[in-house]
C-alpha cells in the first residue's frame, strides 16, 4: 500500500468517526421527539468512537510529524545529517511504540477467545483492534517520518524488532533501584532532545511496571495493562465532548465567525476608551467558552486581532501576551467544556459550577481590562457610536451570540 492510499484511507476513517460520533447523539435527542427507532447503544458506541478518534489523531500527528514535544524544530523531520541525539530519540520512540502495539495484541487474543460486545454484532475486541493498529501506523510513519535514507529507516525497524524480542523472551529483572533511576534520568534528558511527550510518559510507565518482577506474569502481561488503562479512561462519557467540541471549535473558526464578532464587538463598545483592549479581551473569553480551548482562540483570533493591536500602537510583546491570556480567560464561562467535565466528573451540579466561577472570572476580566487601558497609548482614538452599525453587526452574528444560550439549554 503506497502512501498516497493509505494517507486517504487514515483520512476516510477520520471522517467517519467524525461522522457517528456527531450523528448519534443528535439522531438519538431526535428520537424523543419523534416516534422512530432509536440506535441500541449509541452512548457506548459514542463512546468508544473517542478512543478511535484519539488514535486516528495521534496517527495524523505522526503522519505530518505534529506530535508534542517540548523543542521547536519537529525531530521527525526526514534530515540526510546523522546525529547520535536524534538517533536515540528516533530509536525510543519506535521501540516504544512498537512494543506497546505488539504487547496488547494478547488482549486483542483474550477478546477474541471470550468475546463481550458492546452494542449488537459490535464486539469489545473489534472497538480495541484500533489500539494495536493506531500504534502500529504511529510506528510506520515515525520510521517513515524519521530520515530520507533507506538503511537508517531499516536500522530503526531493526531495532524495534530486537527490543520486543528482547522483552518478550528475556524475563530480566528491573528491580534494580539504582539502574531505574538511571534508566529514567535517560528518558527525561530525551526530552530536551526532541522525544515526543507521549513516549515519555509510555517509557516511565514500562519501566515502573516493570521494576517489580512478578511470577504470575510476563513483561508483555504487564505492559499490555498500560495500553489497557487507556482504553478504560478514553472510553469514559465524559470525554466524549473533547472531539465533539473541537470539531465544533474548528467549523466555527474556518466560518468567519471571529470577524463577525469582532465587527459586533467594535460597534458596541468601540466608543469607549480603551476599547482595543477592552474588545480584544471579551472576544477571547467569548470565542474560548464557545469552543473549549484557548488554543483554537489563539489560532482563529490572533491573526486578527495581533494586527489591529499593532495598529493601535501597542507594543508586539503586549499584544502577544494579551492574545494569549485572554484566550483562557473564557474558561470560567459557560459552556466551557473544561468545567462541564469537571462537574460530571465530580459529581458537580454544573450550574452551580458555573455561578462559582463567575465572580472570579468576572474580576480577571477587570483587571486584564483595567490593565491594558492603563498602557493604552496616548494616540488612540475611539470610534463612533453608530446604532445602524450595531444592528447590523447582530444581525450577522446573532446565531453565533446564541450559541452558549442553546448550549446551556440543551445541558439543562
Not at 456527531?22 to 463512546?47: G, H, K, N, T, Y
Not at 512478578?214 to 462519557?237: C, E, G, K, Q
Amino acid at each position: 500500500m503506497n502512501n498516497s492510499l493509505l494517507s486517504k484511507a487514515e483520512n476516510f476513517l477520520c471522517y467517519i468517526c467524525f461522522a457517528i460520533i456527531v450523528s448519534f447523539p443528535v439522531f438519538q435527542i431526535l428520537s424523543r421527539f419523534i416516534d422512530i427507532f432509536s440506535i441500541p447503544a449509541s452512548q457506548e458506541i459514542v463512546q468508544h468512537m473517542t478512543l478511535w478518534i484519539a488514535f486516528i489523531g495521534a496517527v495524523l500527528a505522526a503522519r505530518y510529524n505534529r506530535l508534542l514535544a517540548i523543542v521547536r524544530e519537529p525531530i521527525f523531520n526526514q534530515s540526510s545529517e546523522f546525529r547520535i541525539s536524534h538517533f536515540l530519540v528516533h530509536m525510543c520512540s519506535v521501540g516504544v511504540v512498537f512494543v506497546l502495539a505488539i504487547s496488547y495484541l494478547k488482549m486483542i487474543q483474550i477478546g477474541i477467545e471470550y468475546p463481550e460486545f458492546i452494542a449488537p454484532y459490535i464486539t469489545v475486541w473489534f472497538a480495541q483492534s484500533i489500539i494495536p493498529t493506531g500504534l502500529l501506523l504511529i510506528w510506520y510513519h515515525m520510521i517513515m517520518t524519521s530520515s530520507n535514507k533507506l538503511n537508517y529507516r531499516l536500522l530503526l525497524m531493526l531495532g524495534s524488532f530486537l527490543m520486543t524480542a528482547i522483552l518478550y523472551y528475556w524475563q530480566f529483572p528491573f528491580s534494580n533501584e539504582s539502574l531505574l533511576y538511571v534508566k529514567v534520568i535517560s528518558v527525561i534528558a530525551l526530552v530536551a532532545f526532541g522525544l515526543p511527550i507521549f513516549i515519555v510518559l509510555a517509557t516511565l510507565s514500562i519501566l515502573f511496571f516493570l521494576s517489580e518482577p512478578t511470577d504470575w506474569a510476563t513483561n508483555f502481561d504487564l505492559m499490555s495493562t498500560i495500553s489497557d488503562s487507556a482504553y478504560r479512561i478514553v472510553v469514559s462519557p465524559t470525554l466524549a465532548a473533547i472531539p465533539i467540541f473541537t470539531l465544533a471549535g474548528y467549523i466555527l473558526a474556518e466560518s468567519n465567525i471571529s470577524k463577525r464578532l469582532l465587527n459586533f464587538f467594535k460597534a458596541s463598545l468601540g466608543w469607549l476608551p480603551g476599547s482595543t483592549v477592552l474588545i480584544v479581551v471579551l472576544l477571547c473569553a467569548f470565542f474560548t467558552a464557545l469552543t473549549g480551548g484557548s488554543g483554537v482562540t489563539i489560532l482563529a483570533l490572533g491573526a486578527i486581532l495581533y494586527p489591529i493591536l499593532i495598529e493601535d500602537g501597542y507594543t508586539e510583546i503586549f499584544s502577544l501576551g494579551l492574545i494569549t491570556t485572554a484566550g483562557s480567560l473564557g474558561l470560567l464561562f459557560p459552556p466551557s467544556l473544561p468545567a462541564i467535565i469537571y462537574s460530571v466528573t465530580a459529581g458537580i451540579n454544573p450550574i452551580e459550577l458555573f455561578k462559582s466561577g463567575l465572580i472570579p472570572g468576572l474580576f480577571l476580566l477587570f483587571i486584564i481590562v483595567c490593565y491594558g487601558i492603563y498602557h493604552k497609548p496616548k494616540n488612540q482614538t475611539s470610534i463612533k457610536f453608530n446604532v445602524k452599525d450595531l444592528k447590523q453587526s447582530f444581525s450577522d452574528a446573532k446565531w453565533e451570540i446564541a450559541i452558549p444560550i442553546l448550549i446551556i439549554y440543551g445541558l439543562f
